[in-house]
């Protein structure tokens, strides 16, 4: 059977937010294509739920917070990402509730996006390996924030705080998803999304004995090109698009 042929992502759109639960969630696959959505002038902010400190085994989270924020900052930079924000949510057991929905939906009242990325909320990766709890509820939170931070009565203390309700969010965009819509050329973000990904060394060489930059360059090379039998031959980062 033909996959499914993929829909270019929608272009008209000026300002992103970013959510997602952990320093390297984006670099594990959007990041490709948030280095051709800078590259056209448009702005991405990061938000990530946690700063990552339960990530590292050999490293407590009090040593561990500050570095993997620290990559994540330079790992954003590399993709033209300039604001990185963290709501202290703690790595590992970060719970779905209107507490992380009021979280995300305030930084959508602040930073008012016509677009909303996030990563994979269902229960597994294409039904073969168990998502975590982490990415599922800010996947979730995330989807729902965005109704949230239209609606002034939902949560008022935001308004209150100055956060004025924004309704302005066009599309939701979860990357990986086994459920892809749309998709990103990746052929000019590529490199850079294997340098993006590269920033979290300390990460990564407690992940894998493997040279880092071999494996951050095969990892994103696959899923790419993996995709490209949907996108006209041509190497994609996917989303499942959600309009609002």
Known sequence: ??????????????????????PDDLEYGAAAAVAEWTDGGREVVYLLASRGEAGIDTL??????????????????????????????????????????????????????ELVVTLNHRDTWGGVAWNTPDHRAVGRATLDAVADA?????????????????DGVRWTAVAGSDR???????????????????????YIEAL?????????RTFLTGMVEAAAEQFGGRPAVTFEVFAH
């Open 150 to 166: 239209g609606n002034r009565w939902i949560f008022p203390e935001l308004g209150e705080q100055g956060l004025q309700p924004w």
């Open 180 to 202: 892809p819509t749309h998709a990103v050329d990746a052929t000019a973000g590529l490199e850079r999304s294997v340098r993006s990904l590269l920033e979290h060394r300390t």
């Open 208 to 216: 894998t004995q493997e040279d880092p930059e071999r494996y951050c």
């Open 60 to 113: 407590p989270p009090e040593e561990c917070a500050p570095v993997r924020e620290r990559e994540q900052r330079a790992s954003a930079a590399v993709v033209g990402v300039r604001t990185v924000e963290f709501l202290d949510h703690r790595d590992g057991v970060i719970e779905y509730g209107t507490g992380l929905r009021r979280d995300i939906a305030a930084a959508i009242r602040r930073h008012r996006p």
């Open 1 to 22: 059977m033909t996959p499914q042929r993929l829909e270019p992502m929608p272009g008209d759109w000026q300002r992103a937010l970013a959510v997602v639960a952990h």
